[in-house]
Each structure stands twice: as C-alpha cells, then as structure tokens.
C-alpha cells in the first residue's frame, strides 16, 4: 500500500515541486519520477482535470472581493467590524473559561490544581528531555539524507513506512520488558511517547537540508569548511526554520501521546508514571470529569504557552536573521 | 618599463570530458578540453550560456570530477601546490552571518588563530572599499556591496588562483563597471596576491576590457573554439579603435559555424527540414528586422554595434540572428548581420503584409 502511495503519489509530487526550488545555479542532481515522467506526457490527464480547473475559474469570477475597490470609508468600517469582533472572542473566552472553573470547583479545591500544576511540569520535563534527544539523533541523520538526493529518494518508503506504523503495537513489548527487568517506569516508559512523533523532526530537517541552496554550499566546500564549523555555520543555521518546525509539531504530538503512554497496561500489568496523560487517562478510566477537564485545561496552557514564550520567539528570530531577503 | 614577466603555469587542464546525466539520456557538456593558466595572466572563458564553461571552472575549483580527463595543479618554486577560491555570481553569501564573519569563514576553516583571522579580514574588506560595514549583514547590503564581500571573502585566503564565475552579470550596469575598475585597480597594483584570475564571462566587451588572454568557447558540446591574445595595455578604452576591432573580431569568431558543416555555394548553411530554430519570439524577429533595416545601419549591421544600440547581450542577440538566418531573412558575414530582399520588403510594408509574411514561414 505504502509502495503504491510513494510510487504514484509522494514522487510524482516531489519530482513537480522541484521546479519550485529557488536557485539560480542547477543542482546536478534532481529528483526523478517515472510516473511524473508518464503524466506530463499523456494527454489524458489535462482532460480529466478539466472539470476542477473549471470550478476553480467559475469561483474565481464569482469572488465579490475580487472586483469591488476598497475605500477608505469601508477601512474605516472593517476596522470596527474587527473591533467588534475581537470583543465578542474575548467575551465568549471568558465565558467559557468561567464555565471550566465553575465546573471544576465543584468537586475539587485549588490543592487539587496544584498538584496537577506539579504533574503537568513533570510531562513537560519528559517531552522536553525527549526532543532534545530525538532532536541528537535524527537532525545529523535528516541532514546526512537531505544532501543526497539519491538517499532521500531511495529512503523515502522506508521512512513513509516507519511513520506510519503505529506505535501502539509496540506498548506491550515494552511493558513486558520493564516488568522483567524491574526498570522505573517513570523514565522507561517516556520513549513511548516520542516512538510516533520522532518522525516529524526527521521529516523537516531532511526538507532543511535539501532546501540549503546549492551555491551556499559550494561556497562551503570552496572555502574548505568542514566538522564542528560546517555544522554551526551552515548546516544549522541553514536548516533552523524547518527544524523548529519539527520540533514544534514533534512536542504538541508527544504532549498528546502523553495521555497512553504514562500509563501502559498489557493483560493484568499495569505501569503507571506519574505526569500529567497518566492523569488524564486515570480520570478517564474513573469517569471522574471534573478531574478530566481540570488535565485538560491544564495541559492545554501549557502547550499554548510553549508555542508562545519558545516557539513563536524562535521563529521570529529565524525570520529575522537566517533569511536573505 | 620593459620587465620580462614571468609566466609559469599554474593550472593544466588535459582533455577533460564532461557528461551531464546519466544513462542513454546523458549529455557531452565538455568535449577534449585542453588549456592552461600561467601566473600574472587575467584568463577570460567566453560562451555563450550552456557551453559548460561554468562547468570547467568547477571541474578546476575542485566542486566536480570530470568524467575524463585531467586538471592538474603545478606546484610554484618552493613546491607549495596552489591554491584556488572563487568568487559566485550570486554571490553566495551567508545570510545569518555578519560581512566580517563571512570574509573570515574561509580563515576560520584554515584553523588561523583569532585576532590574525580578525586582522587579515579587516585588512580585506579595507581593501574592498566597505570599511565601516563589517558587522551588517547581507539583507543590509546593495547588490555590488554584497559581491565586494564576496570578493574580499575569496581574496582574504591569498589564493593563488582566483576563479570568477560570471562575477559581474548579477549587478546593474554602472555598479558592474565600478567594480570592474575597482578589480583592475586591485591587480594592476598588486595589491591582491594572487598569481592569476580566471574570469568566466558571457559579455565580450567585458573579457576585451579585463583579460589578457581569451578562451573563446563554442556550446553544444563545450570546446575551446579560439585562443585570442588581448595586447592592449591597461587601462584599455571601449571607444579605442583597436578595441572595438577586437570586439568585432571575436563576434565574428562567435557566429561562425562549425567547420564540420559544409558550406554550399549560393545556400544559405544550415538549411534543411531537419534543422531546429532557436526559440526566439517572432515579435522580437520583427522587431530585429526594422532595427538593422532602419537608420542608421540601412539594411546592414554590424553585431557589436547592433548588440550596443539595442542593449542586447551576446545570448540573446545571437539565436536572434540565427533565427533570421534560417529563415532566409538576413545573412550573417563575418561579424556583420545583411538582410535579405525578404526582409527589407516585410519591413517596408505595413501591417497587413506583414503578418501574412510571417504566417507564410513559420
């Protein structure tokens, strides 16, 4: 299955977008598709396209934005119409935020918050220790790849496969094995939650890597810059957007995995580490929705806050000092 | 002033053959390319785009292996082999590091301690002429204050061989001819130490200005069509007499067929069903035609000047004439473009004609 996608869709796709690639010098090696090759010769495919880029014109000439000019009394007017809009959000927000505490302080009192404050920077501790270390291990990797095209290509299904496995099935093995060897589910059963999302920094960085234009890096090789320099003057900088956003979706993905994988059961083991999923997915199991939304709630600040105070700075500062133009 | 230079060889390119792709798809980009690079020499490699000379430059800066063939380095006296360093067309500079971090990269990759590394780029990019820029970045900069940086990042190594690929063709005419001045200045002085300059350009008034010696090359494949010796002292004149006959001459070179082709008597070459006509607008044809027809060239021109009148490179001007020439709407003698009676009555007419005369060939 995942070999007809790749062959029929992900390289076909891959091979069109090359034309996208901004670079004024050609690289050597392009990506190469033999069903992309096939497509753009047939004359069939125009035809059965045909309906869709009609639509698209049809809603193209009904577009009202498109032909109306805007004046500046209908600025002026947008402005209030945002105005108004932004006051309605923050009101519903409050709203629903009061609707959360409301429910929640029926059963609970505010030790009970705070020790789910205390449970969430465990979580949080966990997925940060396990970016950085998916981060180690596959950003040399993802840049390796993403400068030879012909790996990238050749290692295409095999990565599409191993991102789509899915990670529950390895739970009981690993289960099995901290229970024989005795381990601290506390520290073993985090991996667990990064077996899915590792993938995503893989992904990105390889796109990084390849997205490095070919005459930064002749440049490079010119010069002679090799080992710890190559890496914190080009490869890094170079790849820095596109790993953030790796990372970024690596971490809300793991903070999601969270939930199963703190506490694990196979048949009557039960492992339990304590964090925020393993508290969530107890309120769960208990019916106890007061304690439910309180995790929730919770962790959903802290992701919100992640993105706010780590990941937006970074891309910012990415866009300020790793672009050219 | 009658010093006897020295002209030791530098670099020795032995019948180099180059393909581009692989398998029963792959093209010849190079075919038996011999040539040599001595000290205190400007060499120019000029062609027309896609005649591999950008490949032959990296073939000799090291970035690509020639599929045959050999680029050899001599050593100098003391057995020291050379060095190279390129300066890019686009000028490849880094965009998250400071014009001072991009001058010391290649230094810091040569282990040289930190304050010499720090000295020595200063010194360079004094030299360079944008001493006070060091900590702007290159979003910072104008496009010929980016290329000095790249210049001043490839002198600072002290090559001994300085590779240019089209160094100048990125920037905008008066900005191109400050820096070329800048360059000449630069090296006249010796103020730079390098031994010699390889400069790989498509702009032949800019090789007759800058090069003592010119590699004409031919494309499809790339092979070295002429060797022409530039005798003029600097600072060479473009309005000099003995320049533009030089320009002329090389235009000549450059239009001439293969001598593979045979040329009958009373045909124009390269006629024939199976020959393919270079992908020019037939807009641009027309607009050709009335150019060479009206004053003040009258029906016949010369390539040069045409090229200056109509602010046209060598690339675009030449599939232009070819076009004409296939289709049997001038002739092109030596460096001069004639046209035919074809041409001078579609130009004369109006415009009803005019498309009809069109429509008629193509």
Known sequence: ?325 | MATIIETRPIVQVSDVRHFYGKGHGQMLVLDDVDLTLNENEIVGLLGRSGSGKSTLMRSIAGLIRPSEGEVRFVPDETGRAPSVSMVFQTFALFPWLTVLQNVELGLEAQKVPADTRRARALAAIDLIGLDGFENAYPKELSGGMRQRVGLARAIVVDPSLLLMDEPFSALDVLTAETLRTDLLDLWSEGRMQIKSILLVTHNIEEAVLMCDRILVFSSNPGRVAAEIKVDLPQPRDRLDPAFRALVDSIYARMTERAPSVPAHEGLFPGTGIAMVLPVVSTNALAGLIEEVHGAPFEGRASMADLADQLQLEVDELFPMAEALQLMRFAELTGSDIALAPAARRYAEADDGRSRSVDCRLL
Request: glycine share 6%; with cysteine.
């Open chain 1, 1 to 325: 299955m995942i070999l007809l996608y790749d062959q029929f869709v992900f390289r076909p796709v891959v091979a069109w977008a090359d034309r996208f690639r901004f670079e004024q010098t050609a690289s050597t090696e392009r990506p190469r598709s033999w069903a992309y090759d096939l497509f753009r010769r047939t004359r069939l495919l125009p035809i059965m396209f045909a309906p869709l880029t009609g639509v698209g014109r049809l809603l193209l000439a009904l577009d009202p934005g498109a032909r109306q000019f805007r004046t500046t009394t209908k600025r002026s007017r947008s402005r209030l119409g945002d105005l108004a809009w932004n006051i309605f959000i923050g009101i519903a927000l409050l709203f629903a935020v009061w609707v959360i505490v409301h429910y929640v302080m029926c059963t609970l009192r505010w030790e009970d918050a705070a020790t789910v404050l205390g449970l969430a920077c465990l979580t949080m501790l966990r997925v940060l220790a396990l970016i950085a270390v998916a981060s180690l291990v596959w950003v040399p990797i993802g840049v390796w790849i993403g400068l030879r095209p012909i790996w990238a290509e050749r290692l295409q299904p095999v990565a599409q496969f191993l991102a789509a496995f899915p990670a529950n099935v390895l739970f009981p093995f690993v289960v099995i094995a901290i229970v024989h060897w005795r381990l601290d589910p506390d520290i073993w059963l985090s991996p667990l939650m990064i077996l899915g999302t590792q993938w995503y920094v893989l992904f990105n960085v390889i796109a990084g890597a390849s997205a490095i234009s070919t005459d930064l890096r002749e440049a490079a090789g010119m010069f002679g810059v090799r080992g710890w320099q190559w890496w914190r003057q080009i490869a890094l900088p170079g790849i820095f957007p596109y790993y953030v956003t790796g990372a970024l979706t690596a971490s809300g993905g793991s903070w999601n995995a969270s939930i199963v994988a703190e506490a694990v059961s196979w048949g009557s083991e039960k492992l339990h580490a304590s964090g925020l999923g393993s508290f969530i997915a107890d309120a769960t199991v208990a019916g106890d929705y007061p304690r439910v939304a309180l995790g929730i709630a919770m962790m959903s600040i802290f992701v919100i806050a992640f993105n706010r105070l780590l990941w937006r700075p970074l891309y910012t500062f990415a866009e300020r000092r790793l672009r050219l133009a």
